[in-house]
């Protein structure tokens, strides 16, 4: 098995662990909420992979925007990893 992002081979626990996660992805569920945010935000998702385009908080932080618009969420994009999982804890 290789790693998603690269052609690098994953073995042992790492593989088990792919395998498992892989099992239970279901790609008609990743397209109806690709869809559901979507109709919500009004906007497509930006990149073609469902995980990447939500990797940063900003898409999610719209959504949130829309469903509870009292409690709005600041949205600061970032490229750096620990902003970007700090961008879904921000109120």
């Known amino acids: 098995m290789l790693s998603e ?3 690098i081979p994953i073995y042992g626990l790492d593989k088990e ?3 498992k996660q892989a099992a239970k992805y279901d790609p008609e569920r990743e397209k109806q909420a690709r869809e559901y945010i979507e109709a919500v935000t009004g906007e497509k998702f930006p990149l073609q992979s469902f995980q990447e385009s939500l990797k940063d908080g900003v898409l999610l932080c719209k959504l949130m925007n829309k ?3 009292e409690t709005p969420i600041k949205i600061s994009p970032s490229k750096m990893p620990f902003k970007q999982v700090s961008q879904s804890c921000q109120t």
């Open 67 to 69: 469903i509870m618009p």
């Open 17 to 19: 662990l792919a395998e």
């Open 5 to 7: 992002d690269s052609e």
